[in-house]
């Protein structure tokens, strides 16, 4: 079974206005980790955001925060005021175990997402 | 903080060569780094862990004699592609794992990654 799945491989949002990402998670483990990384088309990942799975509010970051539904296995993203620079792939990805550093990330499929002006 | 660096950003070879692929972590240490290779409009697949003064940890399918993988410090690893065929194009990234605060809130910072083709 894919341990992420991103349902949605592509999505398009007029600017200024907010978009959620999906994401949903397969684990067994009590302890993880949810990340979103943008990837433009320079290629680079680039962090946005994390979730633990002890955390009980959801995590925010600037314009970008994460709908955490444990009981769902939900971790979507949500993106405020969408800008056109937005536009870039979207993975979420998850890390089994709080073994520090050494637990690597396993990935989704990712979703474009495309801003209009 | 948290900048990973890679060099170099692109390399063209020639198919039987070698190409070394350097991954920095700059402004912290990172015991563990991970080397993904990522195909056209696909996801990044992980292809080993590294840690530093230890033998990398391959995932399945991954050839260790191809791809050699050296951490020889808490801030640099190196990924060479050994005798390198057309097969192996594909852009290459690394990532290194920083601490962030408490225990299970390390996060991967990813280099800029490297595009390889093989002629």
């Known amino acids: 079974a894919q341990k992420i799945t991103q349902t949605q491989p592509g999505m398009f949002v007029q600017e200024k206005e907010a978009v959620t990402l999906d994401c949903t998670y397969d684990t067994s483990d009590q302890s993880y980790g949810l990340f979103w990384y943008k990837q433009p088309s320079s290629g680079e990942m680039i962090f946005l955001i994390y979730?633990?799975?002890?955390?009980?509010q959801n995590a925010t970051e600037g314009r970008y925060s994460l709908n955490f539904q444990k009981a769902r296995k939900s971790a979507n993203l949500v993106i405020s005021a969408s800008q056109l620079g937005d536009s870039a792939m979207y993975f979420c990805?998850?890390?089994?175990?709080?073994?520090?550093?050494?637990?690597?990330?396993?990935f989704g499929t990712g979703t474009r997402l495309t801003v209009i002006p | 903080g948290a900048v990973v660096s890679q060099h170099p950003s692109w390399v063209i070879c020639k198919s039987g060569t070698s190409v070394k692929i350097e991954c920095r972590s700059l402004?912290?240490?990172?015991?563990?780094m991970f080397w993904y290779r990522q195909f056209p409009k696909q996801s990044l697949m992980l292809m080993a862990t590294?840690?530093?003064?230890?033998?990398?940890?391959?995932e399945q399918g991954v050839e260790k004699d191809k791809f050699l993988i050296n951490h020889a410090s808490l801030t640099l690893s190196t990924l060479t592609v050994t005798s390198a065929h057309p097969e192996d194009s594909s852009f290459y990234i690394c990532s290194a794992a920083r601490l962030a605060g408490g225990a299970g809130t390390d996060t991967q910072y990813f280099g800029p990654g490297t595009r390889l083709t093989v002629l």
């Open positions: 979730q633990g799975s002890y955390d009980e």
């Open positions: 590294s840690n530093e003064g230890s033998k990398a940890t391959y």
């Open positions: 402004d912290f240490q990172a015991t563990t």
């Open positions: 990805a998850m890390r089994e175990g709080f073994q520090t550093g050494a637990n690597n990330l396993f």
